[in-house]
């Protein structure tokens, strides 16, 4: 079936151009293979299809985005190895999958690093989150833009988490890196690492008792089927980045990359709007169908945060002094601009 279509394909390229003058544009792909974790009625969903209009439009038709969802090509890391191997064009994930490739991205693991998402978006989209993604390019991927993941929000099936104390002995999941692992750690809970694709199972199995995300994919993935209890913390932003295949990317000519760029810029203002009003419903619908919610009191916050912000040192040390410096540097003239 692969093998007939490239056949036709290079058959077709031959008819209108000699191969002798076959640029490699014309022998790659025309289909971009475009992966992402959540399912196809997710904000992330909603926006790969606007992503996947605009790369039809503006390049005419010639380019197509062909966008799997669900993990059905892979958990975030697999889909980052086949994008760095050439195997597959694009994806959309967490940064957090990316700090086993790329330390840097430890930054956006910060715990209470934002205050709000309007400072999420002027630091990504500023120097210091430039910064971050360009180095992906050295292990062969292209970082395009961020878009909203979201402030995280604990649930679990245990008690309702009132009290630092409640944590204690919770087998939690968490992303699959050091931070969160040790950040979980020092609230006492038992931190499971785990590919999102396999936690929806693990909290029916109650292979773990609890996870943390925004209210968006807590609601999209029907976490609310297998979770009763809800705590708002807004321990962490989470952000999403969207990935090219560098391999790939390098065989793309300048066209066809500010193709890619100003749809994954739409698709980024789309996304972060859309996120942004589902949110807002969400917690009301999680409510209606059932989910306990409580908020910490100011005191129990506070200690939560002060055992959080700990960790800080360590994450500046991992992604280097300067790189945390310059984060706090731009984050004091935000908030003094405003
Ligand atoms: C989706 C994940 C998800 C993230 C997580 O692939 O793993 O909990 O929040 O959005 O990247």
Redesign the pocket.
């Known amino acids: 079936m692969k093998r007939r279509t490239a056949l036709a394909y290079l058959a077709a390229t031959a008819v209108v151009s000699p191969m002798v003058h076959a640029q490699p544009s014309e022998i790659r792909p025309r289909i971009i293979r475009f992966g992402y974790?959540?399912n196809e009625n997710s904000n992330q969903g909603r926006a790969v299809k606007v992503f996947a209009q605009e790369v039809e439009r503006l390049s005419g038709g010639k380019m197509r985005v062909r966008a799997i969802g669900a993990?059905a090509l892979g958990t975030?890391i697999q889909m980052q190895q086949a994008l760095i191997g050439g195997a597959q064009e694009m994806m959309v994930?967490?940064t957090a999958?990316l700090v086993g490739i790329t330390k840097e991205m430890a930054l956006w693991d910060t715990p209470f690093l934002f205050n709000s998402s309007a400072e999420a978006d002027a630091v990504l989209d500023g120097p210091v989150g430039r910064k971050v993604a360009d180095k992906l390019q050295d292990k062969g991927l292209v970082g395009l833009v961020y878009w909203e993941?979201g402030f995280r929000q604990l649930t679990n099936n245990k008690h309702p988490i009132t009290r630092l104390e409640d944590f204690q002995g919770i087998k939690l999941r968490v992303?699959q890196n050091n931070i969160f692992i040790d950040s979980f750690k020092s609230l006492g809970v038992n931190a499971i690492p785990l590919p999102?694709s396999e936690l929806f199972t693990a909290l029916e199995t109650r292979a773990v008792d609890g996870q943390e995300?925004p209210y968006n994919?807590i609601l999209s993935s029907k976490f609310h089927e297998v979770q009763k209890y809800l705590t708002i913390t807004n321990h962490v932003y989470?952000p999403?980045i969207v990935l090219a295949s560098k391999k790939w990317w390098d065989t793309l000519n300048a066209a066809e990359r500010k193709v890619l760029l100003d749809a994954a810029v739409k698709s980024r203002d789309f996304e972060r709007k859309d996120t942004r009003e589902e949110a807002a419903r969400a917690l009301a619908e999680l409510k209606a169908k059932g989910m306990q919610v409580n908020e910490l009191s100011p005191a129990e916050a506070n200690r939560m945060r002060e055992k959080l912000t700990a960790v800080h040192a360590s994450i500046a040390d991992q992604v280097g002094r300067d790189l945390w410096n310059e984060l706090q540097a731009e984050l004091a003239k935000i908030r003094n601009r405003s």
């Open positions: 974790g959540l993990a975030d994930g967490s999958t993941n992303m999102f995300n994919t989470s999403w």
